[in-house]
């Protein structure tokens, strides 16, 4: 804009709609815990008062990366232990710290900021670009400086909900920061019970848990929903801790909103899918204060995941700079794997299908189907989805309906990503990768929920490669846009060949209609791929078949 340098820190004052600039303090590194300190400092002795609310406004990435990111400093963010560090230097205690920004309403984050604040206002998923709507519960503080912080914070949470629930699928928690104690309590309780449960045998049943329970950040920061995780353990383990859990969520959970259903207000940090970020982020809870015996079952979990896999000399060497990883465990005799010649097909006569045990299908969490088109010299990776079909005997059936995703008529590559289901509400999302006006590598997002079963365009977010702090939201498209959706070839032995172009670019339209239509007469190939409870992919082979 014409008001703010964009290479600059500066700080400015609102007052009768104007703003004012009072101090340029040069090139200041956001993600740095002195910058934050600082502006506290300089806020409460400039301008004293009688209380204080604190709203960090930017990405956001949850316990396992924490908060902030500046475009002049890369590769930075606020920590837990930054956080913390700048809160206790700012010196001023806080009727509520706010996070205008992604997946920050995590138990770890609530435990970090305890000694600072009253009250934490934060959201367990990605947030809307636009962020919070500000007019209302400012005007309401403005008429009323002595409102109750719990009030101001539900007003706050409906205006945000109610703004963006038809785009963003937004959730907001109002948390009360007094029943952190009581919430670290119930946790430790839980892992503990975990653990023992962990040493009696029961991986497979918490991986299953993990892999079933509600997520956040596009299952890209490893935490989860502490309700539905307790929910899930109960049904499937009952550890006899799981309803103290419960309770210190509804006593913590002052308010809470959400477009996603089961998604209680609080998530819990659950290392799973992302092991190369534990380390870290251990260390970075024990930096404000967890204690290492609240490790026990993270560790176990981890080491017994990971001597599941078939590890490289170098994993095993990134994973021995951390005192955690226990190498005596990989290649475990007690470990329970599936054979890769398990996963031969076999003829049915009409189609070929996949026959496990009981004891291996026990072991798979998750499967999708890949289809390949066939154009004569090659193949086009048309991408997965979750859609898969068991015929009478429990075996999986190899078949395709010669049917895909289609934007606006046009079929598309599309990649499943994460599904929910229960008794009354389901959703499934996945994206489509593209690119936008000639320029930029992107993701465009797909949803079909209970209330939407035909699907819908989301919008869309920038490809990225692995966990950074979240972008808040998804980016929305103009009519100008030109998009070139594009995917990845391949050679007749499966080779990566090059990067591909499917189809012509086209125009965005206002209301693009998500659908399911024929794909033509290509000889297609599809295979599946199954990942088991420690997080390997498996194979079958490719099929042929052709439409007639």
């Known amino acids: 804009n014409d008001v ?41 002795e400039s301008y004293p008062a009688d209380r204080y609310e604190l709203i960090l406004w930017d990405h956001g990435g949850g316990t396992m990366t924490g908060f902030g990111y500046d475009e002049l400093y890369e590769d930075t963010s606020l920590t837990l232990s930054s956080l913390s560090t700048a809160l206790y230097n700012g010196g001023v205690q806080f009727d509520f710290i706010g996070f205008d920004a992604c997946l920050m309403a995590t138990a770890e984050v609530a435990y970090a900021l305890d000694p600072y604040a009253d009250y934490l206002i934060a959201s367990e998923e990605s947030e809307p670009g636009e962020g919070w709507a500000y007019k209302n519960w400012l005007t309401m503080l403005a008429e009323d400086p002595a409102v ?3 009030e101001l914070g539900k007003k706050l949470a409906d205006d945000f909900l109610e703004a963006y629930i038809f785009a963003d699928m937004p959730t907001l928690s109002v948390l009360d920061l007094r029943y952190v104690p009581e919430l670290y309590a119930a946790l ?22 993990r892999n079933n329970v509600r997520e956040f950040g596009d299952n890209e920061y490893d935490q989860v929903d502490l309700s539905d995780l307790a929910t899930l353990t109960k049904q499937s383990l009952s550890l006899g801790t799981e309803d103290d859990v419960q309770a210190a969520v509804q006593n913590m959970v002052v308010y809470n909103v959400a477009y996603e259903k089961y998604a209680s207000g609080i998530a819990v940090y659950f290392p799973c899918l992302w092991p190369d970020y534990y380390g870290d982020t251990r260390f970075e ?6 204690p290492e015996s609240y490790f026990e079952f993270y560790d176990k979990f981890i080491n017994t995941m990971l001597s599941g896999q078939s590890l490289s000399q170098s994993d095993i060497d990134f994973c021995s700079y951390y005192d955690w990883f226990d190498s005596s465990e990989v290649g475990g005799e007690n470990v329970t794997t599936i054979n890769d010649n398990d996963f031969e097909l076999i003829d049915k006569g009409d189609y070929y299908a996949l026959s496990l045990s009981d004891e291996a299908w026990n072991l798979i969490t998750y499967i999708d189907m890949t289809v390949y088109l066939d154009d004569g010299e090659g193949y086009i990776d048309l991408g997965n989805d979750n ?38 509400y ?37 490809k990225t490669e692995e966990p950074t702090v979240a972008a808040k939201g998804l980016h929305s498209f103009t009519e100008t846009d030109q998009i070139q959706y594009t995917c990845s070839y391949y050679d007749y032995d499966f080779n990566y060949d090059r990067d591909y172009t499917l189809g012509d670019p086209v125009t965005y339209t206002s209301e693009p209609v998500v659908t399911y239509e024929e794909i033509g007469e290509y000889r297609t190939v599809i295979q599946y791929t199954l990942r088991d409870i420690y997080n390997n992919e498996h194979f079958t082979d490719p099929v042929e078949l052709s439409c007639e």
């Open 148 to 150: 109750p912080t719990a």
């Open 387 to 424: 859609v898969y079909e068991f015929d009478d005997d429990g075996d999986l059936k190899v078949d395709f309906d010669y049917t895909w995703i289609s934007i606006d008529g046009v079929i598309v590559p599309f990649y499943a990503e994460t599904e929910e289901q229960t008794d009354d």
């Open 426 to 462: 389901w959703y499934t999302t996945g994206y489509v990768p593209a690119e936008l006006n000639d320029s930029t590598d992107i993701e465009i997002v797909l949803r079909w929920d209970s209330d939407h079963d035909s699907g819908f365009v989301a919008g869309y977010r920038l």
């Open 4 to 44: 703010c340098t964009d290479d600059e820190s500066e700080r400015f004052v609102i007052e009768n709609g104007d703003m004012t600039l009072l101090q340029s303090l040069g090139s200041a590194n956001m993600t740095d815990a002195d910058t934050l300190s600082d502006f506290i400092r300089f806020s409460a």
């Open 285 to 290: 809870m024990t930096c404000v204060g967890f």
């Open 188 to 209: 430790e309780s839980y892992w503990g019970s975990a653990y023992t449960a962990l040493q009696s045998g029961s991986y497979g049943a918490f991986s299953q848990v």
